[in-house]
């Protein structure tokens, strides 16, 4: 049952730590997302990667968080330092260039992150 | 910035048909009409998407008007594990295949 893995699923941190969260896409999946969603804002794409490249940041608050993909079954989402109104459940997403037939994307489960 | 315009809640009874509109006028001619639903606390879940035919698979329908500015997302018979807030969602075929996701519906199936 092919899936995607968000770990951990809850993150409870301080104020000024760094938070590391990991996403294991879909063995396959060449495009990579990730979102971030809290009641005010709804879900927010923050980044998404295509081959393991870059394609959008432009979501994301560059001065305090990064995206990477080390290889093709992990990509990362770094806070450092982390702030309270980064608290949100962060999701990942993969799935399949749109060149292909089937290019819907599957979400993992989503990292609860608290920060106090 | 979303491209589509969804009422925010609507009820339906169980075993009946739900019908979620989405406004979606200016969506290009290489733009698909996607659908997601989100159910409390997991992440969205892909239902179904189209191009300007209407589609069908085993979680619901799609129905897309001829002018391509509106569709239906059809759900035959609701249960209640259909509660969730559904997304619709325009997306480039080729090339900036971004999913923004807007407010989305909130469809309360109830017995």
């Known amino acids: 049952d092919a899936r995607v893995t968000q770990t951990p699923r809850h993150k409870v941190t301080e104020m000024g730590q760094e938070v590391t969260m990991r996403c294991q896409p879909i063995?396959?999946?060449?495009?990579v997302f990730w979102y971030r969603q809290t009641m005010m804002q709804g879900l927010e794409l923050l980044a998404y990667?295509?081959?393991?490249?870059?394609?959008?940041d432009s979501g994301m608050p560059k001065d305090r968080f990064s995206a990477e993909m080390p290889d093709a079954t992990l990509a990362t989402l770094k806070i450092q330092p982390s702030e309270p109104r980064d608290s949100a459940v962060y999701f990942c997403?993969?799935?399949?260039?749109?060149?292909?037939?089937?290019?819907?994307?599957?979400f993992g489960q989503g990292t609860r992150l608290t920060v106090v | 910035d979303a491209k589509t315009t969804q009422p925010p809640s609507m009820d339906c009874a169980e075993g009946r048909a739900a019908n979620l509109p989405c406004n979606h006028s200016t969506i290009s001619g290489n733009e698909y009409v996607y659908w997601y639903r989100q159910i409390h606390s997991q992440g969205p879940q892909y239902i179904i998407h189209?191009?300007?035919n209407n589609e069908t698979n085993e979680m619901a329908s799609l129905i897309i008007t001829e002018d391509r500015k509106s569709s239906t997302l059809i759900l035959p018979h609701a249960t209640l594990r259909d509660t969730a807030v559904y997304y619709c969602?325009?997306?480039?075929?080729?090339?900036?295949?971004?999913?923004?996701f807007g407010t989305g519906t909130r469809l309360q199936v109830f017995p």
């Open positions: 990667f295509r081959n393991r490249a870059p394609l959008d």
């Open positions: 063995l396959g999946h060449n495009t």
């Open positions: 189209g191009l300007k």
């Open positions: 969602i325009v997306r480039a075929r080729l090339g900036g295949d971004k999913l923004i």
């Open positions: 997403a993969s799935g399949l260039s749109p060149d292909r037939r089937d290019t819907e994307a599957f």
